[in-house]
């Protein structure tokens, strides 16, 4: 026997007109058949074989508001499809690569050519509406992370950024945005200061003094696009702090703009993203009653809001995203792929801070001993 006849088993042969292939997106070059990618330097769909360039449809037409009990409703007879190995075909080079059903972003690992798997779109119930390609490119997010690393005096001097920055990816994330119409009616308390002189202990002292009122009202207010990631995967505190986007420039979908990128599928659903939607637009609403009350303080303000009116959108937006280790402490940042905007973990050097603490008890040392004296 020789050792042919103890290799696997070859993958299965695709047929050209397979409904996999046809999920299957590559975009070759009109010059010279190479595969074109989305640039962000560019903002243009580049071939980086010849280096032609090619603009892409910038319409919205696609993009609506779509009332939230139609997902609901949808959500009830709704089977998620299982995440299954698949077996694609390379249109590049012909060889077949197994990939999971719900990867968005292929690379071929024989000849390297980046393709975006439509189909994994198809596992959720909602498909991406709308898209804001990147305009910040790897070097400007590089260059955004290295002069925000280097604020404060607390950065370690041992630092050096160039190693974890080989990290830095480009991914194009799933979002949700939520619009409403509320009407609120709110009661509550407002205190006005006020200051009387009294008399202790034989000295005159000024002391400040509370009248409060009973107020209430009601208002409107109508909440467009609020945000929520539709992924779990980056630490919403860092998500959350490289907003706002522009979703005004919101385009129509379309998957030739994340070729070449890494990107992710919805994994919070809709009906747990409007629940953080409801909290937050909750919170916004006490925070206009609260204005609404004025005063110079406050007590037992309650607010009731009936909502109204409610719709969504699925968005898919760029961020680059790094994790890095330092001294063997995981840290993470992020930067907003439309407006450059940077959030994350710093380390800090824990001999500066105790030099500056140091620092601090030596001055007010200094300060009592002086007076002593």
């Known amino acids: ?49 010849c280096g032609i360039e090619e603009d892409f449809e910038k319409a919205s037409d696609k993009v609506k508001e779509i009332p939230l009990y139609e997902a609901v409703k949808a959500m009830q007879s709704f089977s998620p499809q ?59 997010a590089k260059d955004a992370f290295n002069a925000w690393i280097k604020e404060g005096w607390f950065r370690p001097n041992s630092l050096r950024t160039a190693s974890f920055l080989e990290s830095l990816k480009g991914i194009y994330l799933p979002f949700w945005t939520f619009d409403a119409a509320t009407y609120s009616e709110w009661v509550g308390e407002q ?63 379309l998957p030739e703009l994340m070729i070449g990128w890494d990107a992710q599928i919805y994994n919070i659903e809709i009906d747990k993203a409007y629940a953080a939607a409801d909290l937050r637009m909750h919170n916004m609403l006490y925070k206009e009653a609260s204005r609404h009350l004025g005063g110079d303080t406050q007590r037992n303000l309650q607010v009731s809001s009936d909502f109204s009116a409610q719709t969504y959108k699925h968005i898919i937006l760029p961020i680059w995203i790094c994790t890095y280790t330092y001294h063997g402490k995981i840290y993470q940042f992020a930067v907003n792929g439309q407006t450059g905007k940077i959030e994350g973990e710093k380390p800090y050097s824990r001999i500066k801070i105790f030099l500056f603490i140091l620092f601090i008890i030596s001055v007010i040392s200094l300060i009592v001993y002086i007076r002593k004296s």
């Open 1 to 49: 026997m020789n050792d042919l006849d103890n290799r696997e088993e070859p993958l299965p042969k695709l047929a050209p007109n397979s409904h996999l292939l046809s999920k299957i997106l590559q975009y070759p070059c009109n010059s010279c058949n190479s595969k074109m990618h989305y640039s962000a330097e560019r903002e243009k769909l580049y071939c980086n074989y």
């Open 82 to 140: 299982s995440i299954d190995k698949i077996v694609i075909a390379c249109l590049s080079c012909h060889s077949e690569i197994m990939i999971q059903s719900n990867e968005v972003y292929i690379r071929c690992s024989f000849c390297g050519s980046e393709k975006v798997n439509k189909g994994a779109y198809k596992k959720n119930l909602i498909q991406p509406q709308g898209i804001i390609p990147f305009s910040i490119s790897k070097q400007a």
């Open 191 to 253: 205190g006005i200061y006020y200051y009387v002189t009294v008399s202790r202990n034989g000295k005159r002292q000024r002391q400040r003094r509370t009248r409060w009122h009973h107020k209430s009202g009601s208002f409107h207010y109508n909440f467009d696009d609020v945000l929520i990631a539709g992924s779990s995967n980056i630490a919403l505190n860092i998500i959350e702090n490289i907003y706002p986007y522009n979703l005004k420039a919101v385009i129509n979908y």
